[in-house]
């Protein structure tokens, strides 16, 4: 049970501020006496104590059952990542931090330039399709559609308190987009990592982890932060990364080969710290989506100067496209695990999204 305040504060009910020498914290405490959640920043970084401050206040106003006032969207984005944060891990309606840090990152700062000053009720579908359309004119159909959806689960958040009657983003027909055929060829993997050894460093890791995602089957994400738990007598033993709610999480086992056991083996030879992670930073953290793409677009462009100079085909290609090149290649070959490799209970996916493979040959009946 918790007692009233020696002092008042001016916190929300069961938020508690300790201000230390050189950290500042902020954490709710559960009726059980267990935290829902702590924030801490140095005490000398006055943005970042400011910052955390925010998000713990509007945190415990969620937690506390608070009503959100009908401003503008932009409050209402702050206390919808607000609720999610304060979310249980285990619960249904919370997404992958990963997911909520991309959100905010990414999708939130863009859409809030248009809709951030507009009250949530002003919000018509016009609005929606006229944003949509624009940013297809900008030449980004697909992330449009991205910004939209979470616009979209923001204003939903928003009839959940109150704020609006109808949510403007139902039934809206999100941006034709066209499906990625990307294939990789073995022979720009193998150009890529001949560039990456010449250089070392952190573009060695990066080609590392391209190989090990196209070796593995994996998604960017199950990759870049692929731990040292996941090396195993047997092989690679690693989480499939989505799963629909309700379901427990899945894993995959990828037997060893010479060369993956040769990949992983030269990852963690890099390391210069005992990192958790075997494709770390220089810091031993996993990279960030924007760090890795930034050492990635580097390492590309140092391969696409060495395919002008050699006289020989390439274009650039992210870890997203090891996924389709390692099935395209394997079903080429007639692997019949391949479905297994990628996670997928059935190889609907594996035939729609993955398979690109431009001739697809078949015996004749005898």
């Known amino acids: 049970m918790i007692g009233r305040r020696k002092s008042p504060d001016g ?53 506390n059952g608070a009503p959100v006032e009908g401003g503008e969207t932009e409050a209402l984005f702050r206390r919808y990542f607000a609720w999610q944060r304060g979310l249980p891990a285990n619960s249904e309606d919370r997404k992958a931090d990963s997911t909520l840090n991309e959100n905010e990152k990414y999708e939130a700062p863009r859409i809030l330039r248009t809709f951030g000053k507009v009250k949530p009720a002003l919000i018509k579908p016009v609005h929606i399709y006229k944003y949509l359309d624009g940013r297809a004119a900008e030449g980004a159909p697909s992330k449009a559609n991205k910004e939209v959806a979470l616009l979209s689960a923001v204003l ?23 499906p990625d055929t990307r294939y990789v060829t073995p022979a720009e993997l193998d150009l890529v990592m001949r560039v990456a050894r010449e250089r070392g460093g952190m573009y060695l890791v990066n080609a590392l982890c391209l190989r090990a995602a196209y070796l593995t089957v994996s998604r960017p994400d199950e990759m870049r932060h692929i731990t040292r738990q996941a090396i195993t007598a047997r092989g690679m033993e690693m989480a499939v990364g989505k799963r629909k709610k309700g379901r427990a999480e899945k894993f995959k086992l990828i037997e060893w080969s010479i060369e993956l056991r040769a990949v992983i083996d030269e990852a963690l030879s890099l390391q210069r710290t005992t990192s958790l992670y075997v494709f770390g930073n220089s810091d031993g953290q996993p990279y960030t989506t924007s760090g890795w793409n930034t050492n990635l677009r580097r390492l590309m462009a140092h391969a696409a100067k ?43 996916m594996v035939k729609q999204v993955y398979d690109r493979r431009k001739t697809k040959a078949a015996r004749a009946t005898e």
């Open 11 to 63: 916190m929300p009910f069961r938020l508690y501020e300790r201000i230390g020498k050189f950290k500042v914290s902020y954490g709710y405490k559960l009726p059980d006496g267990t935290w829902s959640f702590r924030l801490t920043a140095d005490a000398s970084d006055k943005a970042a104590v400011a910052r955390i401050r925010a998000e713990a206040i509007d945190r415990a106003n969620v937690l």
């Open 306 to 348: 060495k395919a002008a100079e050699e006289g020989v085909e390439f274009a650039r290609f992210t870890l997203k496209d090891m996924r389709p090149a390692a099935v395209t290649d394997r079903v080429d070959e007639g692997d019949e695990t391949i479905t297994n490799a990628t996670g997928h209970s059935s190889d609907r």
């Open 156 to 178: 939903e958040f928003g009839r959940r308190k109150g704020v609006l009657e109808l949510n403007p983003c139902r039934d809206i027909k999100y941006n034709k987009t066209r």
